[in-house]
């Protein structure tokens, strides 16, 4: 299995930036697919944007496209999520996951490991 800390969470005013950090261990790394994921109160969990195991293919959800990237280094396993122009809505907790599929996927069902979340908190 793979194991998954998520960090780099905190308050920020809308419009700042944040980068999150998910550090893995355990199996290789670049064996899975990394997501983001996030979960406001009383909202389901929602697909952020996710990495292929290559690091050359990316999905972002339409919510966060131009605002958010992923990037991955798999010589320091572990994935990044740089999070720019922050908003209002975009607070939630945001969870790091790997899938060992062949292909990304938005369901959160495709994911086999999870790191406990980091909170992001966006201010107006």
């Known amino acids: 299995q793979v194991q998954l800390v998520e960090s780099g969470g905190g308050l920020v005013q809308a419009g700042g930036s944040l980068r999150l950090s998910c550090a893995a261990s355990g199996r290789t790394f670049s064996s899975y697919i990394m997501g983001w994921f996030r979960q406001a109160p009383g909202k389901a969990r929602e697909f952020v944007a996710a990495?292929?195991?290559?690091?050359?293919?990316?999905y972002s959800a339409d919510s966060v496209k131009g605002r958010f990237t992923v990037s991955r280094d798999n010589a320091k396993n572990t994935v990044y999520l740089q999070m720019n122009s922050l908003k209002p809505e975009d607070t939630a907790v945001y969870y790091c996951?790997?899938?060992?599929?062949?292909?990304?996927?938005?369901?959160?069902?495709?994911?086999?490991?999870w790191g406990q979340g980091t909170q992001v908190t966006v201010s107006s």
């Open positions: 996951a790997a899938s060992d599929r062949y292909d990304i996927t938005l369901d959160s069902a495709g994911y086999r490991y």
């Open positions: 990495m292929h195991r290559s690091g050359g293919y990316t």
